[in-house]
């Protein structure tokens, strides 16, 4: 069992974090206080090769291991969970189907675009009656021809708004339930009966782009059906959830390991009572439990990555590590407002918009309700049905 | 066409503290980088590799450890990496560094440009760029702001204290960069992956790149630190009392004294 | 007993004689008469040296001078060398001796005596169109040779952009010690050259010695060092040089000198800070800091807050989540000083506050503040220094 990173992964992990620290948490205030989404970020991240980060070599893509990618995600969500997860969308939701399940035909025309960030994707999944229930998706896909045409729509999409490219799921066959689920890819520009709907104005992750798709009589190619075969939609998109977990864990923790790192400077700053900060016994146990939870939570992401990159089952893991940094993101962020007092609660200092943004992380990708329950059935030796 | 860019490992200044009870400067724990001028100066050279094409060899002298900035540099673009690492270098003054550092160069082989950052932030010195020039009998410019490539010579922007000068250069010449001169970048992901992967870094000792002992270390050093202390630190300062006239009148009076009015 | 030195004449560059080590490039003081020593200075490989006499004299020792390298630049001398001239006088009265200037021009033009107004014992000047701007090759001949021909104990160049590109180059020609960006000299008890520099970005002063070659060379910072009162009632002697160069030397062409350009926003590079925080009330008040800035030659900073309201962008700010600096000079107009700003500039050298809230934790780093109403003090500052 070796807890150290390779060189390699340390020189990522180097690299990732000054980039961070320059050129993105100077504006990570500005992304959230005026919803801007982080298109410099982006674009630079793009030219490193990040946005390519989990696509194969041979499509143009870095083609890293898991424990990278999860280092990757770990020092971005520390500055700006915004820029992290407009990143996290792209990579792990929206590569995934077409990495794991898709032809070579959908491989060699869709991967390279993604993996350069000339395409910025999105995955559509949710709907308003298709919430942690992802089968009740109502989204339909009728075979007309060479062609499916699609009605439906999509709510709380991230990068919706900004996609080049969107992999959505719909119904291919309501009466087959879960096996009646198919995923398609759609490249949006000009595309006819393709409309953006509401961007929503949220709590936290102000900067990253939630938004509503419309599909009206919405014609896509046959060639576009993910993987060739109907049916295969919810073991993709359990496959998305699964793997994409990792990263929202870990979002988690990079949001607490940045409310943290907040806390180590102010105590050493601050002074009450003819003290600093960090001499009271108080602020001492609150910190010496915040580094814990975080270094707690950081390893389950880790071990999480370690088993996918393993290639052995990471599902259960991946519950866990999602919870758990979810959890922990709460709690850290909670305390760290607390030790900075009223400066917390103040936009001047980002304490506050961490708070904001961990909420999230309980939330989506699976709510923490659904995890436990993937969790218990693992423990009592079943899978999700 | 062959560039041989020289880089240093520096303990990051930005993060170095003194110790409150003894005065002194804390060494360890304070995080070790590529010097900044020297990063501009290669992120300068995989630009010009990138315009006509050729090599870049990254050069470094110190110990085992400066593997690292070597290792990120090959990563930011760098085709070879030679660190020349040997006791009887320890203790170089500038001159002796220039030595050693020049000895490295021939022992590499050919060359038609020679890039240096101007300045590092440890020894804050500038002065190895230059020396290296001589002992090597090249031309130099020192404060390059801009470089312009063509057949068999380059075009620089040298920097002055009030605009700057255009000089033109026959290869091989020696330059040093700085910080203007290009946008700070980051090694990608596939450059990171070939560095650990697919390229080397070279050690040398003195031996295998022969040079003249007589001429390295910290004997043959003509400059020797007889002492070093950390400056004073800042204490309750003084509030200035009067008329906005009358404290105007004693801050210019101070700014005069202090010789901080500005230009030549 | 003896002193020797490896002479040119021996294959090694390192002896072992006798168990006594010695290596090229040092002088070896009282060495025993061995045979091993003996029969070396025979065959010529060490060179016997003769022991300087120790100068019972108090008088002045001619020859040897403490030199200041006289940087001019389109006819004017660079204010710097004025500064060194007044330092120079102070080491050269300690070492007994006299001082000097090297002054290399096209035409002279009264600036010979003008050296000595300001402290030249002697004047050695170098009258030659080729000399008439700087450049490195033809210079760095020059003074080698010259250096070579007298016998100058210390030499100090102005740490400007032609210093420091000069400085080290001769160094590595003649072989001798050079120590950078100075802002202490003074002579030892031993009669050496104590020179006194920052390191490690400023947060250590290392003092530097060069024992055993001559001239003890350095690189002086400007605006350090006092001038004296010009004199012109000094008396001093000017040399004429006969210049040894010709185009050949010049290993570059200078195709052209552009002056006055300004540069793009460079916080880190800026010796001079003028900042503008909330206290100016809205973006017209950068005005009155552009104003400030320009007359002093110096960058403008900005605290956060004026960069969130947009009054300037963002290539300005100071602070944690903008640029840490430490210029010579920092001053600080209408900024309270919160911790993230403070963190950013507090390891400046001097600075001075602006803020007509007496409680302002920015005067807990100022080294001088001023409490008052920043509209009425800078408009005087800046009267003033029009003047």
Redo the contacts between chains.
Sequence with gaps: MNFDF???QL??K??IS??AD?EVKPYAAEFDQECKFPVEPIKKLS????MG?SIPEKYGG?E?DNISQTIIMDELSRVCASTSVTMGAHVSLCCFPLINYGTEDQKKKFLPKLASGEYLGAFALTEPAAGSDAVNVQTTAIRDGDEYIINGNKIFITNGGKADLVNFVATTDKGKKHNGLSIFTIETKDLKGFSLGKKEDKLGLRGSNTQELIFQDMSVPKENLVGGIEGKGFKISMGVFNSGRIGIGVQGVGIAQGAFDECIKYVQEREQFGRKLHKFQAIQFMLSEMATKIDAARLLCLRAADLKDKGRNYIKAAAMAKYYGSDVAMEVTRQAIQIHGGYGYMKDYPLERFYRDAKITEIYEGTTEVQKLVVAMALMGKTIG | MNIIVCIKQV?D??E?K?DPKTGT?IREGVPTIMNHDDKHALIEAVKIKNKVGGKITVLSMGPPQAQEVL??AL?LGADDAVLISDRAFAGS???AT?NAIGSAIKAIGDYDLLLFGRQA???????????T???LGV?????AQKIEVEEGKI?VE?????????????LP?LVTCI??INE?E?????G??Q???EKEVNVMSAEDIKV????IGL?????????????SA?G?????KGS??E???K??S??KE??????? | MVKVKISINCPE??LNLGGIVL????DFEDVPDMPEIKQAIDNGYLEVLKEEKKDEVKGVKEGEEVVVFAEQ?DGKI???VF?LLGKAQELAAKLNVKTAAILFTDKDNGLSKELIAYGADKVYLFENDLLKNYQ??LY?KVISEHLNNINAQVVIYGA??IG??I???V???I???????CTGLDITEEGLL?QT?????????????????KPQMSTAR???FKMLEKDESRVGEIVNVDVNVSEADQ???????????K??V?L??A??IVSGGRGLGKQEGFKLIEELAS????EIGASRATVDSGWIDKDHQVGQTGK?VRP??YIAIGISGAIQHKAGM?DSD???AINKDASAPI???????????LF??V???I???KQ
């Design positions: 390779t060189p390699e020189a990522i180097k690299m000054e980039f320059s030219k490193l090769g990040v980060m870095a890293l | 303990p200044t930005n170095v003194i400067l290792r990120e990563a003054d500038t001159w220039s932030i440890d020894g804050d010195t500038a002065q190895v760029g230059p020396q020039a001589e002992f031309p130099q410019i020192t404060y075009k040298r920097q002055m204290e009030d605009g700057y000068e255009v000089i033109e250069c026959k010449c910080s203007e700070i980051y090694p990608s992901l596939r990171i992956k560095a650990h992967r003249d002992k007589s001429l004997l043959n050093s003509p400059t020797s630190v007889h002492k070093s202390f950390t400056p800042k309750q300062g003084q509030i200035l906005a006239k404290v105007a009148k801050v210019v101070l700014l202090k010789e901080l009015m500005g230009a030549f | 560059s390192q290596m090229r490039g040092n630049r660079s204010r710097v500064e490195t090759d760095t400007t952009h420091r590109d400085g080290p180059r160094a590595q020609r072989t001798t010690g050079l120590t950078a960006d104590l520099r920052p390191a490690f970005g400023g947060n250590l002063m290392a003092q530097i010695l060069c024992k055993k070659h400007p605006g350090v290993k570059v062409k200078i195709l052209d000198i552009i002056k006055g350009v540069k793009k460079n880190d590079g010796e001079i007359l002093l030659g110096a840490t010579k000079l507090q001097l600075i001075i005067f807990e780093v100022a080294d001088y503040g001023i409490v008052g109403d009425k003090v408009p005087e500052l009267e003033q220094l």
